[in-house]
Nanobody, 118 residues
Framework: QVQLQESGPGLVKPSQTLSLTCTVS??????????WGWIRRPPGKGLEWMGA???????DVTPFFKSRSSIFWDTSKNQFSLELSSVTPEDTAVYYC??????????WGQGTLVAVSS
């Protein structure tokens, strides 16, 4: 059974870069047919899909985040990461990583709260 765990700082200052890592266990992130995504939930709002990296290493970030976000991986550590630059307090959210299967998101990390504040 695949498991995902987010890690990263809980507090980031405005204008800095938010960096999160998702460590995957129970299966390789290069497994055929899967992608690995990042989702966030700001306080009082719904889930926001940010983007994903697929089993061949191709990443796709949604237009809303594209100008200041990147998703990449380290296959030697079975990890994938999110970087979000020029953060503002509006980027305060619980950030989740998840596995993307053909029928949807079938495994989630527990989520990590990141606050953007000076």
């Amino acid at each position: 059974q695949v498991q995902l765990q987010e890690s990263g700082p809980g507090l980031v200052k405005p204008s800095q870069t938010l960096s999160l890592t998702c460590t995957v266990s129970g299966g390789p992130i290069t497994a055929n047919g899967y992608a690995w995504g990042w989702i966030r939930r700001p306080p009082g709002k719904g889930l926001e899909w940010m983007g994903a990296i697929n089993y061949s290493g191709a990443s796709d970030v949604t237009p809303f985040f594209k100008s200041r976000s990147s998703i990449f991986w380290d296959t030697s550590k079975n990890q994938f990461s999110l970087e979000l630059s020029s953060v503002t307090p509006e980027d305060t959210a619980v950030y989740y990583c998840a596995r993307v299967a053909s029928d949807g998101l079938d495994a989630w990390g527990q989520g990590t709260l990141v606050a953007v504040s000076s």
